[in-house]
C-alpha cells in the first residue's frame, strides 16, 4: 500500500509504504515528481521500534526517467509487515 499526504508546502508531503505481506520487499521502484529527493523519516523495522533494522533505506538516491514531466525514479526495501514514511 502507498499513498501520499500532501499538505500545504510541497516539501513537506509525505509518502507512506506500507508491506502488509509477511515477505519483505527489495528495491521496490517508485515515481516521484519533482527535484527534492526524499529522505526516511519513520520506518517501523528500524530496531528503535523492535524492528531487526535489516531494511533501511538511509541514502535513498532519485534518477531522472523523464524531464519533461520532472519524474524521479527511486528505490526503497520494506521489511516485512511494516511501514515507512519519506518525506
Not at 33 to 52: H, R
Not at 62 to 79: C, G, H, P, S
Amino acid at each position: 500500500i502507498i499513498y501520499k499526504r500532501k499538505t500545504l508546502t510541497a516539501n513537506e508531503d509525505a509518502i507512506i509504504i506500507l508491506n502488509v505481506s509477511d515477505k519483505p520487499i527489495t528495491g521496490k521502484r517508485l515515481w516521484i515528481k519533482g527535484e527534492n529527493v526524499p529522505a526516511e523519516i519513520f520506518n517501523s523495522d528500524d530496531i528503535t521500534y523492535g524492528g531487526s533494522g535489516n531494511y533501511t533505506n538511509t541514502s535513498i538516491t532519485a534518477e531522472l526517467t523523464d524531464k519533461r514531466k520532472k519524474l524521479y525514479k527511486i528505490i526503497v526495501n520494506i521489511a516485512p509487515l511494516s511501514g515507512i514514511i519519506l518525506q
